[in-house]
């Protein structure tokens, strides 16, 4: 029997390669049709979002990007404070949770003890599987009256002092306003980032770094030189996943951002986002103004894919300068 | 003689008893349905439910704003629409449609300023429209204190709230400040969603709800079943006809009673700023649309009669969800454009 099996007849192993290299022809294809499908998707609804806003786009042109008024009675659309909120919002939440993720990444892959490791990193998975609706929540009736009468009171007496940034930080402590949404989107995107950290911090080879333990070198050194550099274009990729996440991010936002057209220097004042645009006003909106947000949805796909283009750029711009 | 005889009397009475069934099931499963405004969403859910336990026939009502139900009704994909905003007798007509009110509501101002009282703080509407404007912005502004004798009112800034998102309420409330603000109406303007020269903007009433609770000073205006049930501090307000009323049942259907129905067309009215001595000025209503000619003549019967039971048998359920039964002019009046204006 066995002997039988361990030499097959040549025809049969003829036909066995046949069939596979047709097998994997096809398998080829539905690789292909899957990594397609994506693309289509978004060209997709690139294109509809792009149709659907033409009304707005023809009327105004370049004017829709630069004005900031936004009066749905007289059908005047401008779409600079949605892009402004956005943009404010997102960067506000990178800058408080990229150094936290990696601090977190650090400590769970440098520093912590072993049985501390996994109940910790489940705990900040945790945070990403909690619905944005619940953020929003807890945002408006925790986190809110927490700004208004600690936080903003405090932040208006200190930085709302210093001459040059002093006017991003005065305003009356509502407690809604675009630093409270800058705030709960970096607790949001918090778990994005530094698990993406940790996944990668975990690759570095020991060997690297016990060779530079072995040298002399502190923990920070060693995280410095060693774990950072070679991480360094995952870590990018961590962290813009995480402003893929807050760009988009809509109901927690639209909770705790104020919802307000009118531009001001104040990071304490209420403002608007596109997607808390969009969200709030598509119910009731027709003709011109329906039109004015789904050009407003096309300029998120826009601004976010400037964001992932600078993203690639100052990856290569890094990998030169390294002389890769 | 007797079997012939009977043989298709047994046949008459099986093709009777078949068509029965048959028309039984067929009246049994009338589903109509309808979209739009989301304001009278919980009154015709309730209608609908207590409709359908007399009936049998389901009303299926889809709270999909009130843009969304016009479109719908444009498009004949649903029996009715309902809309925050009445139609202009050019679009009526254009699509062959009419319209008639369904339910009224209050909408109030709210606010929230320690010491003062619900229902302790009177307010006018041009005040109002200065508080909105961004003109007044403190509590001891001379003209609010002219309004208040005798009440302590704090220096403290007045933080304005209002919707972020397009609504009925906005735009009831945008069209009273227009009536009694010339500057609002050449400002600003009335819609479901304006360009608000000031304040910040909560999600739905319970937005609006939520912050005017949560920002000491502030004031923001919601639906009355909203101010009652989160017992927020409400307003008066001085009526056209000069008297400080009270937000109440009794004060909307004032407001309804005293609005000039009858030289509307198409019903084409809206009752803010309402004529009536007791009249509380900012009273709203939605209307039902339908086809003046059914392009489903079973289905527009049966909503006929649902409106029909909801007006007559379905008081209470408003009133226990704090909306205002239609008067009983208005009825009337309604059931005659019934009659004239429908093809049934």
Not at chain 1, 186 to 200: G, Q, T
Not at chain 1, 274 to 296: K, P, T, Y
Not at chain 2, 70 to 87: C, E, H, K, N, R
Request: aromatic share 10%; with cysteine; glycine share 8%.
């Amino acid at each position: 029997m066995s002997a039988i099996s361990a030499e097959p007849l040549p025809r049969d192993t003829e036909h066995r390669s046949r069939t596979d290299a047709r097998h994997d022809l096809l398998f080829r294809f539905l690789l292909r049709f899957c990594a397609l499908l994506v693309l289509a998707a978004l060209l997709g609804a690139a294109l509809a979002t792009l149709w659907g806003g033409r009304d707005v786009l023809f009327k105004d042109g370049l004017h829709f990007l630069f004005s900031s008024e936004w009066n749905p009675v007289e059908n005047k659309f401008g779409a600079l404070a949605p892009i402004a909120g956005t943009l404010i919002t997102s960067l506000i939440a990178l800058v408080l949770a990229v150094p936290v993720s990696f601090g977190i990444a650090l400590f769970l892959t440098e520093i912590a003890p072993r049985w501390m490791r996994g109940p910790v990193s489940s705990a900040i998975e945790l945070l990403a599987a909690i619905p944005s609706i619940i953020y929003g929540m807890w945002g408006l009736f925790v986190f809110v009256p927490f700004m208004a009468n600690t936080i903003e009171p405090t932040l208006n007496d200190t930085l709302g002092n210093i001459p040059v940034i002093g006017a991003l930080f005065q305003g009356p402590p509502l407690g809604l306003g675009l630093l409270t949404a800058g705030i709960v989107l970096a607790v949001m995107i918090l778990p994005f980032i530094s698990s993406v950290m940790r996944e990668v911090f975990q690759t570095v080879p020991a060997r690297l770094k016990e060779s530079s333990y072995a040298l002399g070198s502190t923990t920070w050194e060693v995280v410095w030189d060693i774990v950072l550099p070679y991480t360094r274009s995952a870590v990018i990729g961590g962290i813009f996943l995480g402003l893929g996440r807050a760009l988009g991010e809509t109901m927690a936002v639209t909770f705790v951002l104020g919802n307000s057209y009118n531009l001001t220097a104040s990071l304490l004042m209420p403002g608007t986002s596109i997607s808390s645009s969009i969200a709030n006003e598509f119910n009731e909106a027709v003709d011109l103004h329906r039109s004015a947000l789904i050009a407003l949805g096309f300029l998120l796909f826009v601004v976010t894919f400037i964001v992932l283009l600078v993203a690639r750029f100052m990856l290569r711009q890094l990998a030169r300068r390294e002389g890769r | 003689m007797l079997t012939s005889s009977k043989l298709p009397s047994r046949l008459g009475a099986i093709a009777f008893a078949v068509a029965a069934s048959l028309i039984g099931t067929t009246v049994q499963a009338t589903d109509i349905t309808g979209a739009g405004s989301s304001f009278v969403y919980p009154v015709i859910s309730k209608w609908s439910a207590a409709y359908a336990e007399k009936t049998g026939n389901h009303i299926n009502y889809q709270s999909i704003g009130s843009g969304g139900g016009i479109a719908q009704i444009q498009a004949g994909t649903v029996d009715f629409g309902a809309s925050d905003m009445p139609l202009k007798a050019k679009d009526l007509s254009k699509f062959g449609l009419g319209q008639f009110p369904d339910v009224i509501g209050g909408i109030v101002p709210a606010f929230n300023v320690a010491g003062i009282q619900p229902g302790a703080l009177v307010l006018d509407g041009p005040t109002l429209a200065d508080i909105y404007l961004g003109k007044i912005t403190s509590w001891n502004d001379p003209a609010i204190a002219k309004l208040n004798p005798g009440t302590h009112l704090p220096s403290s800034k007045i933080y304005v709230v209002h919707r972020s998102d397009g609504s009925g309420t906005s735009f009831n409330f945008t069209d009273y400040l227009s009536k009694v603000s010339a500057e609002w109406k050449s400002k600003v303007g009335e819609g479901t969603a304006v360009q608000w020269p000031t304040g910040i903007g909560g999600k739905g009433n319970e937005g609006v709800s939520a912050y005017v609770k949560q920002i000491p000073n502030s004031i923001g205006y919601v639906e009355y079943a909203y101010a009652v049930q989160n017992k927020l501090g409400y307003a008066k307000m001085k009526n056209a006809a000069g008297n400080v009323v009270e937000p109440t049942i009794a004060s909307f259907q004032a407001a309804a009673n005293t609005a000039d129905w009858k030289s509307a067309k198409d019903f084409n009215l809206l009752m803010t700023d309402a004529p009536g001595a007791d009249a509380w000025p900012i009273t709203a209503t939605s209307w039902v649309i339908m086809y003046k000619t059914p392009k489903n003549a079973a289905n527009t019967k049966v909503a006929f009669d649902f409106f029909k039971y909801a007006y007559e048998q379905g008081q209470d359920a408003a009133r226990a969800l704090y909306y205002v039964p239609l008067p009983t002019s208005l009825v009337q009046q309604i059931e005659n454009y019934w009659a004239t204006e429908y093809k049934k």
